[in-house]
């Protein structure tokens, strides 16, 4: 009621006032109750007093008593309160609708007085008729903050307005004992199959249909309530006389075209270019609107819902999927000639929408039809569920096919343990398609596959998605197919493919061969002008490459000269008219000579002089004659070498596409799904560790290492620990160093993320070991490097027990105090000389790393025998290579881990290694 003011201050003041009216009040309760049972219970407080050890148990009330007289004066007094609370809110929401109502508030503050009308919106208090009219006719408000306040607060109003559904208890045969978790005798008539899909107004009323999917899966309430039947609901199809003043008022704005036709399009509007998101609030009010007032509505909404799914707009899309949503899970109580209605017009508006999404809008559609389908019974939506399983790949583009699994994910994954029968189709629908040429569809593909083996749990009293998918069989069926990838690629074929791309190379040989093929008299003209000439002209194509032949020649046709083959001027391509540049590709036109180019305009005859019209000539075999086209493709096509080339890399290729169509199944089920790692994921371990650094194949190297990182991450059970130490045992004995550097990078996470198991299982812990030091032997000084730092991890956080870690260090010591030969002996093979010297030098740099490991080992401290380590270490300083460099690294990263209490550190070290110490770590002055 305040006037009006332009004052910065006062403006500053109302905007904080509103601010924390709207976001800070405290929802306060109006009517408090106290159960009987409650006021009872309270009482006995009084009546008996209990004692456990000279302990009370309970309370002694401080005052007397309340006699029968006092506890119903305060009820009296409670029931006042109540009702002078619920005047008083009363009162408020009524000042508030005549202040908006009225028209002459400012419009600060009638945006103030909409956001706090919808504040005091409470689910104990029905606001009256007239703040709902203010709210829904807000709905096409000018004003944008008008109208989002008006639609969140549109669904709250709607629940208000919801009218209860009779449910009914629904007889269970339980089963008898302990209860097998998953799918079983007593719940498959909750599971999705054709036999249980309502399809007559009788199947539709039976008490068949469960919408929340953790019911039966685990055990029964012991009360198990389902919908009744139509007839027993609220009827949705009434008169204006049947209905509230609140849902008249906003049944009468929705059966208004202008009011619908402002709405939609202030719902269709783009509010933030490129950050507008699927809108859950809007999604709720529509479902509020199909909940209470049933097919009327629809009928008026048909024809935009369509227009706004066949528009490419991204708003219009979003908007049509908030609609969508909620018009589907809103007809959840709709009679079975209301539902028969709905999706017989749905049905095809759905076929036509899934070919029709872009790329902006795709992600609200996938919430769409996962909001559709959460928490509703899939058979009672098996319309919605066949139109997503129509075909999912239907090669009409990456994109299309991506999108059509994307959205069919997002229904599946809310259904989880109940359509089983659904995932095995689906299973064998996409098996063949796990080799896809696009990425972004393999992309999905792993993602959805992930999905479909989410049920498969094994529980200790046995499995629990007996009617799923089970993921060991997919593996048995791929894993043949990636033999292949256990090898190092041939980089022959990839020189092959990438040489395929440059152009068509011809050497002497095919020369002759491509001129045995050819009529005499063409080959004897080709023939003389020579093989260099032929290249000349080859070299003009677009990348060198001989384009296919279109028609056969009349014969006697002469190559044109190479300097005929001059590029033509600008102005000269503008002359060839738009259907014929249409028939030539732009490197065809750039190559085209100006004689040729004169040929192709309108009406031109023989030295570009008009004549009548004339039939276009085709295009890029004009430079040759197609019979040499029709030769030279036959001939450089068909030699063996590169047949076989091509062959192998389609094969390699293939391989590729599998794995990372598997690496991103393995990511989605050790990331997304509810069990530990299954012990066939171990099989494509060795894959993984061979691909994960491939430079040849960047793409498949990053989602081996992702593979990789979840499975090393993952908890892995007792009884698959030793599976996965058989299989990184496997790989460590490969020949691939690269798989090596790999298995010890997995080795040491995943130690560090079992530890406790390992610590549990001797045995296995001891295998570990035995991996890493056979390893800090191996062969190439990468793989060296990396088991020792994986051996200094191993020794920092005690996994090593100090009996085996004595033992190792003795090891080291005497690996490195191993003398190596510098001369041959007289009369010994020089080669079989420098043969063992190189072991030695091996075995005396693993001994340097395993003695590195224990001094990187003590980061912060200088136990015991560090000193001897030490002094060993700085005695191989100038050792032959590779050796001091790994002296050096230890000493420096020494240094820098033991500067900061070196006061304290050296106390430990006698004046003979740290006066060898300070040599090696101070560097020497210059002026000393």
Not at 336 to 365: A, C, F, H, Q, Y
Not at 696 to 720: G, H, M
Request: proline share 6%; charged share 25%.
């Amino acid at each position: 009621e305040a006037s009006h003011s332009e004052k910065p201050s006062i403006i500053k003041v109302f905007s904080a006032l509103q601010e924390t009216v709207v976001h800070h009040l405290e929802t306060i309760t109006i009517n408090f109750a106290i159960p009987d049972k409650v006021a009872q219970q309270a009482l006995h407080l009084w009546d008996k007093v209990e004692n456990q050890n000279n302990l009370k148990l309970t309370l002694n009330p401080s005052l007397p008593k309340p006699s029968e007289q006092e506890i119903l004066d305060g009820q009296k007094h409670m029931d006042e309160n109540n009702i002078k609370a619920s005047n008083v809110f009363a009162v408020i929401v009524d000042k508030l609708c005549s202040q908006l109502e009225s028209g002459k508030l400012h419009w600060r503050h009638y945006n103030a007085g909409v956001s706090i009308l919808a504040v005091l919106t409470r689910y104990d208090k029905k606001m009256p008729a007239r703040a709902v009219k203010i709210m829904v006719n807000n709905l096409i408000h000018d004003n944008i903050v008008v109208r989002k306040t008006s639609i969140h607060n549109m669904a709250a109003l709607l629940k208000q307005n919801k009218r209860p559904h009779v449910t009914i208890e629904r007889a269970i045969e339980k089963s008898e004992g302990n209860i097998q978790p998953g799918n079983r005798k007593d719940n498959q008539w909750l599971q999705y199959s054709p036999e249980n899909w309502p399809k007559t107004k009788e199947q539709w009323n039976s008490p068949n249909f469960v919408h929340k999917t953790h019911f039966g899966y685990y055990h029964w309430p012991e009360k198990m309530t389902v919908y009744a039947a139509e007839d027993r609901q609220p009827n949705l199809d009434r008169s204006f006389q049947e209905m509230t003043d609140q849902e008249l008022e906003i049944f009468q704005f929705l059966q208004d075209e202008t009011n619908l036709q402002k709405l939609i399009e202030f719902l269709s509007l783009e509010e933030n270019k490129g950050r507008d998101k699927f809108d859950s609030r809007k999604f709720l009010m529509w479902k509020g609107i199909f909940r209470n007032f049933g097919f009327k509505v629809l009928e008026k909404l048909k024809e935009p819902l369509e227009k706004l799914c066949d528009d490419q707009q991204e708003s219009s899309q979003r908007c049509a999927s908030e609609m969508m949503s909620g018009l589907i899970r809103g007809s959840k109580h709709w009679t079975w000639e209301m539902t028969e209605n709905l999706w017989s017009w749905l049905v095809p508006v759905l076929r036509k929408l899934l070919g029709n999404v872009t790329v902006e809008t795709i992600r609200d559609w996938g919430i769409c039809f996962a909001t559709a389908s959460e928490s509703r019974d899939p058979n009672r939506i098996h319309w919605m569920l066949e139109v997503l399983m129509e075909e999912p790949l239907r090669s009409q583009g990456s994109f299309l096919d991506s999108s059509r699994l994307y959205v069919l994910q997002g229904a599946m994954a809310q259904q989880e343990w109940r359509v089983g029968s659904m995932l095995h189709r689906l299973d064998q629908f996409l098996n063949p398609f796990l080799t896809h040429p696009y990425q972004n569809v393999r992309d999905r593909l792993g993602s959805v596959m992930s999905n479909i083996y989410a049920l498969d749990i094994q529980f200790l009293s046995g499995t629990g998605g007996a009617l799923s998918p089970n993921i060991s069989d997919l593996l048995s069926e791929v894993l043949p197919k990636l033999e292949l990838m256990k090898v190092e690629p041939d980089p022959e074929i990839y020189n092959y493919n990438k040489n395929s791309k440059t152009g068509t190379d011809i050497d002497q040989k095919l020369f002759e061969d491509i001129c045995s093929k050819l009529d005499p008299e063409l080959a004897m003209q080709v023939r003389e002008q020579g093989l260099e000439h032929l290249k000349s002209i080859i070299s003009k194509f677009p990348g060198g490459r001989v384009p296919s032949p279109s028609f056969v020649p009349p014969s006697g046709m002469r190559m044109p000269p190479p300097q005929s083959l001059r590029m033509p001027s600008a102005e000269t391509l503008q002359k060839i008219p738009p259907e014929l540049q249409k028939m030539f590709g732009p490197g065809m036109l750039r190559m085209a000579s100006s004689e040729m180019v004169n040929m192709m305009r309108p009406n031109a005859g023989p030295g570009g002089k008009t004549t009548t019209p004339r039939p276009e000539m085709s295009p890029p075999e004009l430079l040759l004659p197609p019979q040499l086209l029709s030769a030279i493709h036959e001939v450089s096509l068909n030699t063996p070498q590169s047949g076989l080339l091509a062959e192998k890399w389609e094969e390699r290729q293939s391989g590729v596409r599998l794995l990372q169509t598997v690496c991103k199944l393995v990511s989605g089920v050790l990331l997304r799904n509810w069990y530990t790692v299954k012990p066939e994921l171990f099989k494509v371990l060795e894959m993984l560790a061979l691909n994960e650094s491939s430079e040849l194949e960047p793409d498949l190297a990053r989602d081996c290492n992702v593979a990789l990182a979840c499975l090393s991450t993952c908890i892995v059970p007792l009884k698959v620990l030793s599976t996965a130490l058989t299989a990184v045992e496997h790989v460590s004995q490969s020949s691939s160093w690269k798989a090596k550097n790999a298995m010890l990078e997995f080795l040491q996470v995943h130690v560090f993320t079992n530890m406790a198991a390992f610590h549990s299982q001797t045995e296995e812990a001891a295998r570990v070991v035995n991996i890493v030091t056979r390893l800090i032997k191996d062969d190439r000084i990468e793989v060296r490097e990396k088991a020792g730092k994986v051996l200094g991890g191993m020794l920092h956080c005690s996994f090593i027990s100090e009996e085996i870690a004595s033992k190792l260090l003795g090891q080291f010591k005497l690996e490195v105090s191993r003398k190596i030969k510098n001369k041959p002996k007289l009369n010994e093979d020089a080669s079989l000389f420098q043969e063992n010297k190189s072991k030695a030098i091996l075995m005396r740099h693993s001994g340097v790393l395993g003695l590195s490991a224990f001094v990187l080992s003590c980061p912060y401290d200088i136990p015991p025998h560090l000193p001897d380590i030490l002094m060993l270490l700085a005695d191989h300083l100038h050792g032959p290579q590779p050796i001091p460099a790994t002296v050096k690294n230890v000493f420096q990263e020494f240094k820098r881990t033991h500067q900061d209490n070196w006061a304290e550190h050296k106390q430990k070290l006698t004046e003979d290694q740290l006066a060898t110490l300070t040599d090696l770590l101070v560097s020497p002055s210059y002026y000393a």
